[in-house]
């Protein structure tokens, strides 16, 4: 029960944030893509957007230093899908 409090009101904290703000740009993992097919890395950074029911997309960002993908996520508002994939088409062609 307190897990449930806590996620609820971590949840309403997200969403005020959306008052002065569009989108959060932030990493999606915390350094490059795994080494072939057998994983598909650590999960750390978008474990909060799951519990916060947050829409988000993955965009690839370039490469790291062993030539493997690194990639950006950005994150909106509950139910604001749309402006969040408007964004990032807008930050994937930045990044191309």
């Known amino acids: 029960d307190e897990?449930?409090?806590r996620a609820r009101a971590a949840?309403?904290?997200y969403a005020d944030q959306f008052a002065d703000i569009d989108v959060f740009l932030t990493?999606?993992?915390p350094g490059e893509a795994p080494v072939g097919i057998s994983g598909t890395?650590?999960?750390l950074f978008n474990r909060s957007w799951t519990l916060l029911g947050a829409p988000c997309?993955?965009?690839p960002a370039g490469t790291g230093p062993?030539?493997?993908p690194l990639a950006?996520?950005?994150t909106g508002a509950f139910a604001d899908d749309e402006r969040v994939l408007r964004v990032a088409e807008w930050v994937r062609q930045a990044l191309v």
Request: overall charge positive.
């Open 41 to 43: 890395g650590n999960s």
């Open 27 to 29: 990493p999606s993992a």
């Open 11 to 13: 949840r309403q904290c």
């Open 66 to 68: 062993q030539g493997l």
């Open 72 to 74: 950006v996520q950005i």
């Open 57 to 59: 997309v993955t965009v």
């Open 3 to 5: 897990a449930q409090q």
